[in-house]
């Protein structure tokens, strides 16, 4: 080990490790060990993880693949290994200097890597200034051109961390999988200019054109429903049109902006300087100042009501932890006592309506004065989401103190993971664990008041390292998006007024297929007014050097599966609910009641109302019908079928129309809504031939989802949603 704390090779252990890792002798006719041969990092080219694994590799390529990705010594690689590494094999991250494991055309010898890295540096600059000289010679055309062919569809989708490759970046070997797992599936041909997709374009077009029309249509002036709904209107700013801005919720957030946007602008700038004269060590210090001003700001006299279920939760999670292997029943008692509890804290808030100092005594009674509340009196509504990291901070420790704070594999050579599932899943030491950092992560400011959700582990691990995903150009990238979404909601609501027609039910008269559209809108407002705010402080969180998870990846119009959809939509949550619900209830083991509970909860934890639970229980029931279908038709045989595509698509308009009524159901229009809507789709031929346009309007969608997919496997993007 040198005295910078990196591990030196001599020629010998170079040797050995040549030998391990090929199991060839090397050369040493010239008097001294040959170097290994080595390639150097910046001309590996990715490898798309379809084609590793062709049935026609070899049995030693397999043996050195394994022997490349895992430790020295061969191991049998089992099912659950490829199915976990299947999951980040697209992983983009940088290689340490001096790291070969799992790297094709690596060696473990450093001096090897300082040679030939030395070797190719002229080499590179002298490519990059020909290619500079040529670019400049090169007509603005050409260039332009140029530029356009690195874009993609695909391109469109957001980008995550655990499932974004670079085609700079080495491409890990996958290990081969086992007997019983299928081969991953082999993305196909492109079909976007086929006259088949022609057919499909040309139907989308001329829907959407139809879909955005009659919703501005409904929107008018002069249509005869106007008088019913004028009242929730308020004055815009585009053109001098009126806005609906009757959603509560996001008329909060839009009115708000302003402020919020001043705070997080002076939360970063004092955040930066107290880095620059307090140094990294002494960053928790700021935080916990920043965060009890912020939050005694928000709530006034309500933060002793929060500090008290912290300190509540904080000494739960230390209650009954077992040590020993074998003690399942004290393991299941320790976690039921933490969801027990937290459960409680959610229903008292409710039914108590945020608790008042006066019922604890009539001296405390000035404190519920509107005075002392804050800029957000009702703290109850919001906590919601501070639960969820309560629940994440409790679980992490138990399950951290079972392991005797052992640590997982770590992938980065600081020590902290670079992979967003590996962050989660490392255990911390037990001093990360203290209640300054606890306190930290619950009230986290940019975090606190909607998410994203993060695992207090992913916290820790970034509070000790920035992750390397946070660049300027992601951070440029991700405002310009924030921006677009945010001025398309803005049109949105300038030009079509179906949140209030769906307030009113200002409907009286209008067609079934008008009916439609007015409940696709409120779909995609609902949509984008949670992203919106989402993408707001998740930006914030990363000009503070925070990587929190994306919440929404993919378009609402740009879902199919009901499984896939409940992945990207709200995607933070999901990544907590599998990891402290799904998987403690027995994951896909136990998928059915596992997944009945896991909805209910969700359910209760929007609204403890009838018709949240009701939208949780369809949603559990729409689910079944397409785990049938996985299960029946999982041979991989099937792909190759042209009907094959087909029967997924018609499998897929199907789940789009129940996944619609779902949603109208629970989050729009609610259960009465959605019976006289589809009362009317189907209650006379117009409404039936309505729904048949729509069935086929549907299914090219879906046709053109598949294809999108397909295109993101052909660029090595694998994503599971």
Request: proline share 6%; with cysteine; glycine share 6%.
């Amino acid at each position: 080990m040198s005295a910078g704390g990196k591990p030196t090779t001599t020629p010998q252990s170079a040797a050995n490790t040549t030998t391990t890792t090929t199991g060839k002798q090397p050369d040493t006719s010239s008097g001294g060990p040959t170097q290994p041969k080595h390639k150097p990092k910046h001309i590996l080219t990715s490898i798309n993880p379809s084609t590793i694994h062709h049935p026609n590799h070899s049995q030693t390529t397999n043996t050195t693949t394994i022997q490349r990705t895992r430790n020295p010594v061969s191991a049998p690689v089992s099912q659950a290994d490829y199915h976990e590494f299947l999951d980040s094999r697209t992983t983009e991250k940088e290689i340490p200097p001096g790291s070969s494991d799992g790297v094709v055309g690596t060696s473990s010898s450093a001096g090897s890597l300082d040679h030939h890295h030395h070797h190719h540096h002229h080499l590179r600059r002298r490519r990059s200034s020909s290619s500079n000289r040529r670019r400049r010679n090169s007509p603005l055309v050409r260039r332009c051109l140029d530029s356009l062919a690195l874009f993609s569809p695909t391109h469109l989708t957001v980008s995550i961390d655990s499932q974004r490759r670079s085609p700079n970046a080495p491409m890990p070997l996958l290990p081969p999988p086992p007997a019983s797992s299928p081969l991953p599936p082999r993305p196909s041909k492109s079909r976007w200019f086929s006259i088949e997709f022609a057919i499909y374009w040309a139907v989308l077009a001329y829907s959407l054109l139809l879909i955005i029309s009659s919703a501005v249509s409904l929107s008018h002036v002069d249509h005869p429903n106007y008088h019913l709904y004028q009242h929730k209107l308020s004055k815009g700013w585009i053109f001098n049109r009126k806005i609906d801005n009757s959603d509560l919720q996001y008329r909060r957030f839009r009115q708000g902006l302003t402020k919020l946007g001043l705070l997080s602008l002076g939360y970063l700038s004092v955040s930066k300087l107290s880095r620059r004269w307090l140094g990294p060590g002494r960053r928790k210090d700021f935080q916990t100042l920043i965060a009890a001003l912020i939050l005694l700001l928000l709530h006034g006299s309500s933060v002793i009501i929060i500090f008290a279920i912290l300190i509540l939760n904080f000494q739960v999670s230390r209650i009954s932890i077992p040590t020993s292997p074998s003690s399942r029943i004290q393991k299941a008692a320790a976690t039921g006592l933490v969801w027990f509890v937290n459960l409680a804290v959610l229903f008292a808030n409710d039914y108590w309506n945020g608790y008042a100092f006066k019922h604890l005594s009539s001296s405390l009674e000035f404190l519920d004065r509107p005075q002392y509340k804050g800029l957000i009196p009702r703290w109850q509504i919001g906590f919601n989401i501070s639960l969820l990291r309560l629940i994440s901070y409790a679980l992490d420790y138990q399950w951290a103190v079972q392991n005797h704070f052992q640590n997982l594999p770590r992938s980065s050579a600081a020590g902290e993971p670079e992979n967003e599932k590996e962050r989660a899943k490392s255990n911390r030491v037990s001093a990360d664990y203290g209640f300054q950092n606890y306190f930290n992560y619950v009230l986290y400011p940019p975090l606190y008041i909607a998410g994203p959700i993060i695992t207090f582990n992913n916290f820790m691990s970034q509070m000790n390292k920035k992750p390397s995903t946070i660049t300027r150009r992601t951070i440029a990238g991700y405002t310009a998006r924030f921006g677009v979404c945010y001025l398309t909601l803005e049109w949105i609501l300038h030009y079509m007024y179906v949140v209030a027609i769906k307030d009113t039910q200002g409907w009286a008269g209008d067609t079934p297929f008008e009916l439609g559209i007015i409940g696709y809108w409120n779909l995609i407002i609902i949509w984008l007014k949670l992203l919106i705010p989402w993408r707001f402080f998740r930006l914030w969180a990363l000009l503070d050097g925070v990587d929190p998870p994306e919440n929404m990846i993919r378009c609402m119009s740009n879902n199919f599966s009901t499984l896939e959809f409940w992945r990207s939509w709200h995607r933070s949550y999901n990544l907590w609910i599998v990891r402290y619900l799904y998987i403690p209830l027995g994951g896909a083991a136990n998928m059915v009641p596992a997944t009945v509970v896991v909805f209910t909860f969700v359910a209760l934890w929007h609204d403890l109302s009838f018709k949240l639970l009701t939208w949780g229980w369809l949603v559990s029931l729409f689910v079944l019908p397409e785990v049938i279908a996985k299960q029946t038709f999982a041979k991989s045989s099937y792909r190759s079928k042209d009907w094959f595509r087909h029967l997924v698509a018609l499998g897929g308009t199907l789940n789009v129309m129940t996944m619609m009524s779902a949603n109208l159901v629970g989050f729009s229009i609610g259960i009465d809504g959605v019976k006289f809507m589809w009362h009317e789709l189907l209650g006379s031929w117009a409404g039936v031939r309505v729904l048949a346009a729509i069935l086929a309007v549907v299914f090219c969608a879906v046709q053109v989802m598949i294809e999108y997919r397909e295109a993101e496997m052909r660029e090595g993007i694998l994503r599971k949603c």
